[in-house]
């Protein structure tokens, strides 16, 4: 592997060469990209580890449909700073929320949120409803299901740490691309390596652990996000994929329980990052909910 995970400073050299702008926030330093002209902002939040760059097919396909874009790399990820504290849904609203407003102002926007972006984008439409216009979910976190062993033990203070540090980085960075089913090699070892360049700064296995704990895991206070944007009355729209190995279908119907009146389309035989892997096919279903 050409990068070393968690080795090296995000310093201001690093955010020189970069694409896109920096604004500094008091949730922390964020790198963000806006895009468009004259149409209604759309606004992505990505999701557990993979950066902005995940919503690339669909920030294009809006832009030529034209919305305006608004993507930005959550606090930890990316190259947004590394801050210290518990990565909590908190956290995140708080810097959806600052940047929103420096960027946008008071007006109402589309939010979309994918896996674990869902739990953020869920719990700050529960907060500021009047913010958000539509909500678009992509295979979202957020529903109690069965957790895998490896991050049952990441709970687990010590074992934890101990995990992350010896093989969290290799492993995300193996498996970021593991569910493309539709894109060649070429596709994935870019992807990968996309993903793997953002996480060779410091910080990116703190963040990804306590995120873990204090967000994935924390089922309970994800389920406030959802039961506040079900009594917010905001249309809903999920897309899931019915292979999604990291997210499970069967999560669905929790979710219908949680927002009984959003809307569920389902891609057949689609892993977990179809919005990557299958976008176009991601905006023609998205585009006809946000425009009704």
């Known amino acids: 592997m050409k990068y070393k995970i968690d080795a090296l400073e995000l310093t201001d050299e690093v955010r020189q060469t970069a694409d896109g702008e920096f604004i500094s926030l008091p949730s922390g330093n964020t790198h963000f990209k ?11 939040v990505h999701g557990y580890a993979t950066p ?6 669909i920030a294009k396909g809006l832009l030529e449909n034209g919305y305006r874009v608004l993507r ?6 990316g190259l947004s700073e590394r801050v210290r504290g518990k990565y909590n849904p908190e956290l995140f609203v708080s810097q959806l929320l600052e940047l929103t407003k420096a960027v946008i102002g008071d007006s109402p926007f589309f939010l979309f949120g994918t896996s674990m972006g869902g ?21 979202p976190a957020g529903m109690v299901y069965d957790v895998p ?21 290799k492993t995300l960075i193996k498996n970021c691309a593991a569910e493309m089913i539709y ?46 944007t ?24 929790r979710m219908r329980r949680a927002l009984p009146d959003m809307e569920l389309v389902s891609f057949e035989g689609s892993g977990h990052i179809f919005l990557y892997d299958e976008g176009e096919k991601t905006l023609e ?8």
């Open 34 to 44: 806006r895009e468009g002209d004259g149409g209604e902002w759309v606004v992505l």
């Open 52 to 57: 902005y760059y995940i919503y690339d097919k």
């Open 72 to 77: 930005y790399d959550l606090l930890g990820r």
């Open 119 to 139: 739990i953020i984008t869920t719990s700050f439409t529960a907060k500021h409803p009047e913010k958000v216009k539509k909500l678009v979910l992509l295979a």
């Open 149 to 169: 062993l490896y991050m049952k033990l990441a709970k687990i203070k010590g074992m934890g740490e101990l995990l992350f540090k010896t093989f969290a980085g």
């Open 183 to 228: 894109s060649g090699e070429d596709v994935q070892n870019d992807y990968r390596e996309r993903f793997a360049y953002c996480a060779q700064f410091k910080g990116f296995i703190y963040a990804t652990l306590s995120s873990m704990r204090h967000t994935l895991l924390d089922f309970p206070l994800a389920g406030k996000g959802y039961d506040g």
């Open 230 to 253: 079900r009594e917010s009355k905001v249309p809903v729209l999920t897309v899931w994929g019915t292979a999604d190995k990291t997210m499970p279908y069967y999560q669905t119907e």
């Open 285 to 292: 279903t998205v585009l006809p909910f946000l425009k009704k």
